[in-house]
């Protein structure tokens, strides 16, 4: 299987297209132009391995958690430590290098939206580092919620702009954030921080994001002689999942992504598109998209903020539908009881949204023999999320927070 030719005319099999006003069309035309260009300029890309390498951290170890494997007694478990990156998460991979893409464009403001905070902070570290003027478009209820990265934010020297149409969340932001892009676009980029939106941005974030897969490739065949038998990666938007199964794609490396199964998918709360959605239109693209019987985006649910998107990029959709990626879920109490379990075993403690992925990675490492060896991606730590944790009850008992 050659992949990679793909996206053909911004489309990966049926998913993916550029669902966008008119006035768009030409922006988005710019962009790919630009970034086909960047892609081949050497001082490009010499700028952007040392801002990966001496910024942001890069390469992040590829551990052995031994306890953790010792426990499950199959696969050995490696972790991708994307925790270890400045800011905490895979998200500054493709924050620099959208940033660095607009700056090399000539465009000097840049928006962003973001709904749990985590995707505007890391772009204004990375407009901070390169001397940009950067907005975020946040959910006033969004901005209740998550004041530390607001402040996060201003600290860094963005200007958050909160957002009070609709149910004052995320979705709202994406539109706000659009309607900008229409009004500025000349002298403006919008930073997506997912694989989502309309093409070139599912291929261009997941390039940027390919670093972690390359890296995973690159030290697996150092410590191991050879490509790991499975990799697995949580899936929000879908894009350190998409960066960390890229590499990998026309090999025979099992690949699996993990989506938020909230309360489980028969209780309707859930953020599984892929696993529960049907094909349709969102944010500019056509996707898996999680919607009612007359086209309408449902709410969705999950314990971690950044698994909590009714879509996902099309290129997962493109993945399920020819089968090379296999989609699964793991339930809120699922993650939660892999985060305290990587915690107590590993002195690591993961992000929630990462602890799915976890959750599911010893599932699979239990069931293959001991000489084989299983990677998950780390996409965070979860030092944000542990109000979260210590709020559920299976928790609250353990942690003898009720006394
Ligand atoms: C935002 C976020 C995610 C989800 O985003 P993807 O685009 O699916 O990678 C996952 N993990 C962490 C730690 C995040 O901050």
Redesign the pocket.
Known sequence: MNLESFPKHGRFGEFGGKYVPETLNAALTELEDFYEKAKKDKRFQARLRYLFAEYAGRPTPLYLAENLTKKYGGAKIYLKREDLLHGG???INNAIGQALLAKSMGKERIIAETG?G??GVATAMACAALGLKCEVYMGAEDMERQRLNVVRMKILGARVNPVLSGTKTLKDAINEALRDWVTNVNTTHYLI???VGPHPFPMIVRDFQSVIGKEIKRQSLSKLGRLPEAVVA????????AGSFYPFIDSQVRLVGVEAGGLGLSSGKHAASLSAGEPGVIHGMKTFVMQDADGQISTTHSVSA??DYPGVGPEHSFWKDIKRVEYTIATDGQAVDALLELSELEGIIP?L??SHALYIATTIASKMPSRKSLVVTL??RGDKDVDIVMQQPQVASKLGTNS
């Open positions: 998460a895979h998200k749990a985590q995707h921080g997912s694989v949580c899936v929000g938007g879908g894009s350190n999942a950044g698994l992000a949204e990462s996409s965070g």
